[in-house]
């Protein structure tokens, strides 16, 4: 059986390339995926610690599925305003999103 | 008596309205708002001073001080307030015949003087302004009431002076008339705080304990208010802005440079006069030595001024001298004891409102007619101006003290107290008086007689001298006419030191002496100046040259205040000064404002509005607390 740490090191790796993704993409889209990949690593987490360390509990399983779901809602969310950002600026590049800023 | 308070209202409204309104109205219109205001301020001054002094005298024979309006303005204790108010009794009432008849005058006056000057409304407002504050000083209720009035007077008379403000010499005068007048408030400012914080009040009849336990501090007060008294009167060493302010319109001159507001000083000791007399009698008698001294040497000066007007202010400075001086040698506040000099400064300051003015309004005629301030412009003008030269005389005669003149009657008081005090004294003002007399006449010959203008070496052949019109003649032979008769107003009646009636009577020996001393000068005058030749005062100006061209240059008192104010005071104190304030507080200030703006060019990168860059923030802050807790 793969030991605990495997999981953990891939997801706080996960974690990390997300987090370095959500500071240096350019594109909207791009820093979408890296904050889902954020959430996903979180959700492997959950899952983890539930397997291992409380086997006959549903908890963390539970709120893996719960994360995805809201993630899937944020995702619509947002992909909507990207495409409502598109329609008014013909880009989703985030530098240039500054109408709003004084 | 509430309706006196209008006497101070109307002239602020016509004020408020031709300084506002002024300029969108006809320069004629506006002239008729003023002098019809100032005429119902007359006619109200003239109705008051008759039920005054015709109402009841109350038990101790003393006329009534009436506080006609009061209004408590800034109470600061218990018995500490300032109030404004008007006052009613002998002095005031007697300044509010002067100040409304002389100012009044020169409103008429003014139509024919000012007639297509530019400015004519703006002059007029000033008028009214000027107006106001005299009579508020005059009616105030207390020291600091007066303060205020004494400033604002101070103000219009800079603004008056600066009339023609493109003029420089008008500029420079109105500025050094404003900041010396200023400089010596400064001195009065101080006594009234003293004042009123060891008398416990600001009003005029303080109690006498406070005064008592004051001690030393009282006379150290009165003093000071004198440096104020002695900046307005042109005391001197400060009566340097006077002679300067004759660069402002001539009616302007013989309103506030002659009239009125010169004479202020000489009302603020009046108006103290008890409390002088009772408590610092030794700072009176120092106003008198100052006072004597200054008589003397603006005596001296007038002696060879070539200018009209600037023989006319140094009358002026001379005779305030003489007012103060009968103040000053006031030992008691009883008439019949020493305390004689208190009317005849009253009353001198009457007939010399009065006669000077008329003086000036004179010289105002006789310069409108020849273009020229100078005497070399002058002379002969007898036949030209037959009105201007009769008026003229008899404010000659007056001020040198001739029967029946009104100018004798006051000065012959003044002279008589002033035996009283000392003989010495006496027969010094009595030569003083000598003095006036000839300067006077030299001044009158040199502009009536003497080689006609058109004869001179710098004749401008574009003048044509002739009489001036009735509006500017008018006030000429109303004032000429006070001056005739005001000598035998019972004045020791109405006006005296403890406010009992005092009749006068003319001591025979002062009497006629002083005349005889006033007739010899003016023959001495008829014989170095009436001529067409003035072979004497030639040779006297030679062999006096030092003397005579020092006394012509005002013996060079601007020039040791030029000195002691630009050498010594801005060089040794002003640019210390300024150089702490530019180099130490300024800087301080300068660094701060310099901190806080680079300290914020150094954040404002972290505000950027960009989330990323905020999320990096939050990301080593966490790192960092998360560091904090596991270790």
Not at chain 2, 483 to 504: K, M, Q, R
């Amino acid at each position: 059986m793969v030991p605990m740490e495997y999981y953990l090191i891939l997801s706080t790796f996960m974690m990390f390339v997300g987090i370095y993704g959500f500071f240096t993409r350019k594109n909207i889209l791009a820093i979408l995926i890296s904050v889902e990949l954020i959430l996903n690593s979180v959700d492997i987490n959950f899952a983890v610690f539930n397997r291992f360390l409380f086997p006959d509990k549903l908890e963390g399983h539970f709120f893996a599925l719960f994360a995805i779901g809201v993630s899937a809602a944020e995702t619509a969310v947002a992909i909507a305003i990207i495409i409502n950002i598109y329609r008014n600026i013909r880009n989703i590049q985030i530098k240039n999103i500054n109408e709003m800023k004084g | 008596m509430e309706y006196t308070i209008l006497i101070l209202l109307l002239p602020f409204l016509s004020f408020l309205v031709l300084g506002l309104a002024g300029m969108y109205m006809k320069s004629k219109v506006a002239g008729i708002i003023g002098t019809i205001s100032l005429a119902t301020v007359a006619c109200l001054s003239y109705y008051t001073a008759f039920s005054y002094f015709t109402g009841a005298r109350n038990a101790e024979g003393v006329y009534p001080t009436i506080t006609a309006w009061n209004f408590n303005w800034l109470p600061f204790s218990s018995n500490l307030s300032i109030d404004f108010g008007f006052m009613i009794d002998p002095i005031s009432v007697m300044m509010l015949v002067v100040i409304s008849t002389v100012s009044l005058m020169v409103h008429i006056y003014s139509f024919g003087y000012m007639h297509g000057e530019k400015g004519f409304q703006r002059y007029y407002a000033f008028l009214s302004l000027f107006t106001m504050s005299m009579l508020g000083l005059v009616v105030a209720t207390n020291i600091f009431q007066m303060y205020i009035f004494w400033e604002l007077v101070g103000v219009s008379s800079y603004l008056l002076i600066g009339f023609y403000y493109t003029k420089d010499a008008a500029i420079a005068a109105s500025k050094k008339a404003f900041i010396v007048t200023r400089f010596a408030d400064l001195g009065f400012l101080i006594g009234i705080l003293i004042y009123g914080y060891y008398a416990g009040t600001f009003s005029f009849t303080p109690q006498v304990n406070a005064l008592i336990n004051a001690g030393f501090l009282i006379p150290l007060a009165l003093g000071l208010m004198f440096i104020g008294g002695a900046g307005k009167s042109a005391m001197f060493p400060l009566h340097i802005w006077l002679p300067d302010a004759m660069e402002g319109p001539t009616p302007v001159s013989a309103l506030i440079h002659a009239a009125t507001m010169v004479v202020a000083g000489v009302y603020l000791v009046a108006r103290m006069f008890p409390l002088y007399v009772g408590y610092a009698p030794d700072v009176l008698h120092w106003i008198a030595y100052i006072a004597a001294f200054t008589a003397f040497y603006a005596a001296s000066v007038a002696c060879v001024q070539s200018d009209i007007k600037r023989v006319l202010a140094f009358s002026t400075i001379s005779q305030i001298g003489f007012m103060m001086v009968a103040l000053g040698v006031c030992t008691s506040i009883n008439p019949h004891e020493g305390g004689l000099g208190y009317m005849a400064s009253m009353f001198h300051l009457f007939t010399h409102a009065m006669f000077k003015a008329l003086l000036f309004l004179g010289a105002g005629c006789i310069i409108h007619a020849v273009h020229t301030n100078e005497m070399s412009g002058m002379g002969g003008l007898r036949k030209h101006m037959p009105i201007t030269h009769i008026t003229f005389l008899i404010g000659c005669l007056a001020i040198a003290g001739i029967w029946p003149f009104s100018g004798f009657f006051s000065k012959d008081e003044i002279l008589t107290a002033c035996f009283e005090f000392s003989p010495v004294m006496g027969y010094i003002m009595t030569a003083i008086a000598g003095m006036t007399a000839f300067y006077m006449f030299r001044l009158y010959y040199g502009i009536f007689w003497g080689t006609p203008y058109n004869k001179k070496p710098n004749y401008n052949p574009n003048v044509h001298p002739h009489e001036c019109s009735l509006s500017m003649t008018i006030p000429l032979m109303v004032l000429a006419g006070i001056t005739c008769v005001a000598g035998f107003i019972p004045f020791g009646h109405l006006v005296s030191s403890n406010g009992e009636a005092y009749t006068i009577h003319l001591d025979t020996t002062v009497m006629i002496t002083s005349l005889c001393v006033a007739i010899t000068s003016i023959l001495i005058a008829t014989w170095m100046y009436a001529g067409d030749k003035q072979p004497v005062a030639a040779m006297l100006a030679k062999q006096f040259k030092g003397l005579h061209k020092a006394a012509y240059n005002r013996f060079y008192l601007d020039e040791i205040w030029i000195f002691i104010t630009k050498k010594i005071i801005f060089r040794c104190i002003s640019t210390p000064i300024a150089w702490f304030d530019r180099h130490v507080i300024d800087q301080f200030f300068n660094f701060t404002a310099w901190g806080t703006n680079a300290a914020g060019e150094e954040i404002r990168g972290m505000q950027s509005g960009n989330v990323q860059q905020y999320c990096m923030w939050f990301l080593a802050g966490s790192l960092i607390l998360t560091l904090i807790l596991i270790l």
